[in-house]
């Protein structure tokens, strides 16, 4: 089965750039998806079908792939940016939609 | 702008049927994919299951034959049952939607509904 891997963790200075990566265990070409999850609130769409960013969404978030690995990354990142990330593909082998592990992004 | 708000008990009980409704309000449900997504206290996103407006669903291989969606398009609300509960059902459930000319993705999301199983 498919199956998606996220670093744990992350952390950033303030200003700095976060990059969290998205690999998957089979072949490429699936579109991947990116959520932000702060505590206690439902997932926000940060980035889909790869690297549009839905309307609100500040440009400081990005999305690109590469291979068999897709990047979301922050720049100049801000305390607000303090959040779990989830990256999502549909697979189509399974008509199922999967999720990554997530990654905690702390500011430092 | 679509909203949706999940409802049902916060408690149920093992082997029990849970049953969760989510109301789509500022917008068409008759259009799209409306999934079930949920997550397991500190863990991660599962998804459930969709239903398309016109009544056709798929659901998760991992939770098939336990769970059940169903649309009421006159009432602009589509519902969850999920049977033969136990404690590894205790989650957050979160309704969501997944337009229909890109279904790939959850561009909006319910703020979820936490479900305790337990006796």
Do not use: M
């Amino acid at each position: 089965s498919y199956v998606l891997t996220q670093p744990p963790s992350v952390s950033v200075a303030p200003g700095q750039t976060a990059s969290i990566t998205c690999g998957g265990n089979n072949s490429g070409g699936k579109s991947v998806h990116w959520y932000q999850q702060k505590p206690g609130q439902a997932p926000v769409l940060v980035v889909y079908d790869e690297s549009d960013r839905p309307s609100g969404i500040p440009e400081r978030f990005s999305g690109s792939h590469s291979g068999h690995t897709a990047t979301l990354t922050i720049s100049r990142v801000e305390a607000g940016d303090e959040a779990d990330y989830y990256c999502q593909v549909w697979d189509s082998r399974t008509n199922n939609y999967l999720f990554g592990p997530g990654t905690q992004v702390t500011v430092l | 702008q679509v909203q949706l708000q999940e409802s049902g008990p916060g408690l149920v009980k093992p082997s029990e049927t849970l049953s969760l409704t989510c109301n789509v309000s500022g917008g068409s449900i008759s259009s799209d994919f409306w999934s079930w997504i949920r997550q397991s206290p500190g863990k991660g996103l599962e998804w459930i299951g969709y239903i398309f407006y016109s009544g056709s669903t798929h659901y998760n291989p991992s939770l098939a034959g336990r769970v059940a969606i169903s649309v009421d398009t006159s009432r602009t609300q589509f519902s969850l049952h999920l049977s033969f509960l136990t404690p590894a059902d205790t989650a957050v459930y979160y309704c969501a939607r997944s337009p229909q000319r890109d279904f790939l993705y959850f561009d909006n999301w319910g703020r979820g509904t936490l479900v305790t199983v337990s006796s």
